[in-house]
């Protein structure tokens, strides 16, 4: 057995499924190798596509990710998705190899450079006979650092004979970290001590699975819920549940965030979105509850901190502060809920549909009513997001992802496919403006080959959106931020997917019926009006 085979062979082994990728002179040996053993390869359009599929793919499964690249130019190509895997602390294994050992091959590049600047890992093949052994130190890295691993297997190894190939094992999960009784004293006397406490759930907690345990805490304290950005609806339809909090929070959850005395934060990283750059949790008292000791205080200072999985975290403090006999007031949680149950998102501002444009937030309401309940959301970066985020939801919060850890605009196509294999039962909506769909559209081809039930939502103003404001903030004229696209509705239609544009509220309309039963991608071009703010 060649090394080619037997990295194929253990790519089986460990039930790597989908692998994403291009395939080039350094893997396709293997590539081809892993399909005739029978394993799901998905040939992507890009390599940042293939990359950003399995960072998605990752996120929604909570495994490894798996995406293949040649060498050279196929690794370069990679640079965004593997930053935005490595901010979003993403497990994605990147199968490449270096070039021949030719000082003057053109497709040569410094690979331990590459991922450093990165910020991610690697590691490499060293003899045909340690292949399991570094494949696995690769994988173990993946998933005890939670981010990318480079992982190269040299072009000269490839027809190299592999004897015995020992049984490559899947990297075991750390143990859940529970902390004792005394590191919870000073937190929950702190707690214990609020009027008006509330408690706050980050992607650490959905990762936890820690919903029904902050819901009982919760109940003892008398407190609301809510939820940063990236564990969006983990509360829904949970009495008290205000939602996102920070900048994209509604009016009633602003209030109560304002009014509260203390944030009870189980795997949330506070950021300045959450935290409205610290103003909002500004003369608090702050709890911060996370497996890692570094995320600590990076973003907001806090009062208190404890090491601990969040879903543990929270059934001893709900135990404890039981067991104390402490019966809150539940007067104040009971006003908030008044005020969140009487809430209608649509009364919080004014429809600014056009002749031949739609309002974003009007869109994004309409939408939520008319796509299927149960469906996966990933989104793209732009301007859109302040309605996207807030209006449409998911009934699962690992259902929803954001391909912005690094802010970059293009990698919410490649995302929402990447979330579409990870949950084949449910249709993927992606969200995404005209400029990032523009960047890489040809993965729609993958999603149309691939037979994906998949709705792509273009938010297409003609512009840059975000950069139209801050131009005319700074007293510049925004028409500079005009772009000029080919149809989006033809450039959907060349690619082989089903597309319709939607210029007024009512248009939306027909768009039931076609998202029912998908057997491939439909595209929704919807018309904006680049001068309407929706950030104020």
Request: proline share 6%; hydrophobic share 45%.
């Amino acid at each position: 057995m060649q090394l080619y085979e037997a990295l194929a062979a253990a790519l089986i082994d460990l039930d790597v499924r989908p692998l994403f990728g291009v395939m080039g002179d350094a893997n396709m040996a293997c590539v081809a190798e892993f399909r005739e053993r029978g394993g799901q390869y998905v040939g992507t359009a890009h390599e940042g596509g293939g990359v950003a599929m399995a960072d998605s793919w990752a996120r929604a499964t909570g495994r490894v990710g798996f995406a293949t690249v040649t060498h050279g130019p196929g690794v370069t190509n990679t640079m965004t998705a593997v930053v935005e895997a490595v901010r979003s602390r993403t497990p994605v294994l990147v199968l490449t190899g270096e070039t021949p050992a030719e000082p003057t091959h053109f497709q040569r590049l410094d690979l331990p450079a590459f991922a450093a600047a990165a910020g991610a890992g690697h590691e490499r093949v060293y003899r045909p006979e340690t292949l399991a052994r570094d494949l696995e130190r690769a994988l173990r890295r993946c998933v005890a650092e939670r981010r990318p691993v480079v992982f190269d297997v040299p072009h000269g190894l490839l027809q190299s004979p592999v004897e015995d190939l020992q049984r490559v094992r899947a990297p075991a999960r750390g143990e859940r970290c529970v902390p004792g009784e005394a590191d919870l004293d000073a937190a929950l006397g702190l707690i214990a001590a609020a009027n008006r406490p509330i408690v706050l759930a980050g992607r650490g907690a959905v990762e936890s699975g820690a919903r029904e345990a902050l819901v009982d805490l919760a109940g003892v304290l008398a407190a609301p819920v809510a939820a940063s950005v990236l564990a969006k609806d983990l509360f829904r339809g949970q009495p008290g549940d205000l939602g996102i909090c920070g900048t994209l929070a509604h009016g009633p959850a602003s209030a109560a965030l304002a009014e509260s005395d203390c944030v009870i934060a189980f795997g949330a990283s506070l950021n300045v979105y959450t935290s409205l750059r610290g103003e909002l949790f500004a003369g608090k008292k702050i709890v911060q509850i996370d497996h890692d000791p570094r995320r600590f205080g990076w973003y907001t200072p806090v009062t208190e901190a404890v090491v601990g999985d969040a879903e543990a975290v929270a059934s001893a403090m709900a135990a404890t502060l039981r067991e104390s006999g402490r019966t809150p007031s539940r007067a104040w949680l009971e006003r908030v809920r008044a005020e969140v149950s009487a809430f209608e998102p649509g009364a919080e501002f004014t429809d600014e549909s056009g002749g031949d444009t739609v309002d974003v937030r009007t869109a994004a309401l309409r939408l939520d009513r008319i796509l299927p309940a149960r469906r996966n959301l990933v989104s793209d970066m732009g301007r859109f997001v302040n309605a996207a985020w807030r209006h449409l939801h998911v009934s699962d919060a690992r259902a929803f992802t954001t391909m912005g850890g690094f802010g970059a605009v293009g990698l919410g196509l490649a995302g929402s496919l990447g979330m579409a294999f990870a949950r084949p039962g449910e249709p993927t909506v992606c969200t995404i403006g005209d400029g990032g769909f523009m960047m890489n559209p040809a993965e729609l081809a993958t999603a149309v080959r691939e037979k994906l039930p998949l709705v792509v939502l273009v938010f297409n103003d003609g512009a840059y959106g975000a950069e139209y404001h801050k131009l005319a903030g700074y007293g510049i004229d925004p028409a500079h931020s005009y772009t000029s696209w080919p149809d989006v509705r033809g450039v959907a239609e060349g690619l082989g997917a089903r597309a319709v544009s939607v210029r007024k509220p009512e248009e939306f309309d027909a768009i039931e019926g076609l998202v029912e039963n998908l057997d491939g991608p439909l595209v929704v071009d919807i018309r904006l009006d680049p001068a309407v703010d929706i950030a104020s």
